[in-house]
């Protein structure tokens, strides 16, 4: 009891010294909602197409360039946890398809430096007014912005009827691709 | 019959001696880390660049009571610094730095503080911070966020920064 009661007094200024207090701060941080899509390169991204008559009488038009493959598909996304995917759709919304033409427009797999969790190809489609998907299961991801990046967009058009080609003089319409919501 | 009386003195005054010698920490104001995040304007790209803010969070080491004070008003003390996750993801990693030296609380001296000037990685563990001798209040800090993408989704993330003082002796 004697040493007992000395080692106390040694012991308890070191116990009490060590006291410790808190205080706490709370940090928020929001990540929005982000949908973005655009076709690469930017500015001209036109593509043409030709149909020309045949040089010899009897024999069916021909089209020059009957595909191309030179425009880029890039986007980001960024879902709240309630959704699970996004889709990219596509459409002819200005003009027309000049009749007696198919065009059809097939998106590659991805390739590039983004990262996440970017869609798959839906397989080479037949464009028309009504919106179609051509990626699909788009996550949270981002593609790499430009050329090279994304999914690589062939667009490729035959001639489905030739009873009904007529000579139409210069035609322009309008592929739109739609980030959507599944 | 003497040493039985000190024995009890001592039991009874040293408890009221040392218990006093209590430090607290507050903190002032709550961190939103919004306000700089870049809007993201080209498709295809993430978030580039890490979020930081200057001097939102202020923290002040004062003593509990005026009695401790005038019995000891350079004590010195550490801080240490953890974070406890509500809703968190481990890729973002939150950095913390002490962007002044604060004042001394009801002096006019220099404030007595060392260390924490260097932007460290608050993890969910204790770490030490920075330290000091007496009363320092209004001790600026800046926050640093980094790996935030759009891979990890849209959502709210949240976490409690947790100051600890301690007496150091």
Known sequence: MKYGSWLFFVLFPLITFGQWETGQVSVFFTLPEVALVDIEPDGDNRVQFTVLPDSESGNAPTVEHSTDNSLWLNYSSALPATQNSRSITAEVAQGVVPRGIKLFLE???????GGGSPGQTAGPIELSNQPRPVISGIGNCYTGDGVGSGHQITLAIEIADYTAIESAGETSFVVLYTLTDN | MIKQVLKLVGFVFLPCMLSGQQLVVQIEGDVYMNENLPAISEA??????????????????????QLNKGKNPNEKWRVFLHKQNMEWNDALV???????????YNHPG????????????????????????????QIPLALKLNGFSLTLGAGD????????????W
């Open chain 2, 44 to 65: 295809g790209t993430d978030y580039s660049t890490a979020l930081e803010t200057q001097s939102v969070v202020y923290v002040s080491v004062l003593y509990d009571d």
């Open chain 2, 110 to 137: 220099n404030p007595n503080i060392s260390d924490g000037e260097n932007f460290r990685q608050i993890t969910n563990n204790p770490a030490y911070f920075f330290r000091g001798r007496g009363e320092i209040v």
């Open chain 2, 94 to 104: 939150l950095e913390t730095r002490r962007t002044g030296s604060g004042s001394r």
């Open chain 1, 107 to 113: 998106a590659s797999e991805f390739s590039g430096n």
């Open chain 2, 157 to 168: 993330f949240e976490t409690s920064l947790v100051f600890t003082v301690y007496d150091d």
